[in-house]
């Protein structure tokens, strides 16, 4: 069976299982812990875990299921990629995918059903891209979902997002599947880096970026707007990663999401000051 190879490991985030749940038990120290709440989805950031891995790590806490909880989750839908809005959307079809704490197993089942039902490219581990704003999430997802298997797409900023989200979500119920979504996106990259510059330099360009732009994606996010969403991510580049956002929110809606709570924001100018940098957000999605 073929494996999705880490090629981030030890690089964007720690080689090592060791070096992951330390990093990991950090970030929930430094964020205040895990969320509680009947949590089915969040967006999660994709930066290398020392510019964003905490808040990633506290979202991705918050949708494990609580002790209480007699179900355990058995499938995470991951949306991710950056991608063009006319680029195809893609899935890992089978296999494993690589983790320093071990193989997360691909939910082949799903993944067929998903894919009878949209119109969206099949690619095998050994062909599916190179992506951060996936592999960044996969440690997380193995260490707080170690039993769970994955799909995982790469969905571009259209509105066909939105459908693949529903669609991932109405097959998991036929299969009788209990599953949790994330949506992995970055928010506004600005800067001479990213050639966009439209607030000038310095402290004001942060000022406009976390009280203006990436300000009105999360107000996107959290009122559950697909098409603000998207809309968003086009006209303001505030998010690289709209598609992604738009599925995941699609599928936590039709799993009866009706909350958006904004639990962390960032920006990397805050670890490393310079005229680029980059916003974080992170978000979970509840019944209640």
Not at 83 to 100: A, D, K, N, V, Y
Request: proline share 5%; charged share 20%.
């Amino acid at each position: 069976m073929e494996k999705k190879q880490a090629v981030f490991a030890g690089t964007w985030y720690p080689g090592t299982a060791r070096e992951c749940e330390a990093a990991i038990l950090q970030f929930l120290k430094e964020g205040q812990g895990r969320l509680s709440g009947d949590f089915v989805g969040g967006i999660v950031p994709h930066a290398g875990w020392y510019f964003s891995g905490s808040i990633a790590a506290r979202v991705i806490a918050s949708l494990a299921p609580e002790q209480k909880d007699p179900r355990a989750v058995d499938t995470i839908v991951l949306f991710g990629a950056h991608m063009h809005r006319q680029s195809e959307p893609f899935i890992m079809t089978q296999g494993w995918i690589e983790t320093p704490f071990g193989d997360i197993e691909v939910d082949e089942e799903l993944v067929k059903n998903i894919a009878k039902g949209v119109s969206i490219r099949q690619r095998s581990p050994n062909r599916f891209p190179d992506e951060n704003t996936l592999e960044l999430q996969y440690p997380f997802i193995r260490y707080f979902f170690p039993k769970a298997k994955i799909v995982v797409a790469g969905v571009a900023p259209s509105s066909f997002a939105a459908i693949i989200g529903g669609m991932a979500v109405a097959e998991a119920e036929r299969l009788g599947r209990n599953i949790r979504v994330i949506g992995s996106s970055d928010m506004t990259h600005y800067g001479p880096d990213f050639g966009f510059t439209p607030a000038g330099l310095g402290e004001k360009s942060v000022e406009w970026v976390t009280g203006e732009n990436d300000k009105n994606a999360i107000a996107a996010m959290e009122k559950m707007d697909e098409a603000g969403i998207i809309a968003q991510g086009r006209d303001h580049k505030n998010m690289c990663c709209a598609g992604a956002v738009a599925a995941a929110i699609a599928a936590c809606k039709k799993q009866g999401a009706v909350k958006a709570i904004a639990l962390d924001y960032a920006t990397s100018f805050e670890r490393s000051r310079s005229d680029s940098f980059v916003g974080y957000a992170g978000i979970v999605y509840a019944r209640s």
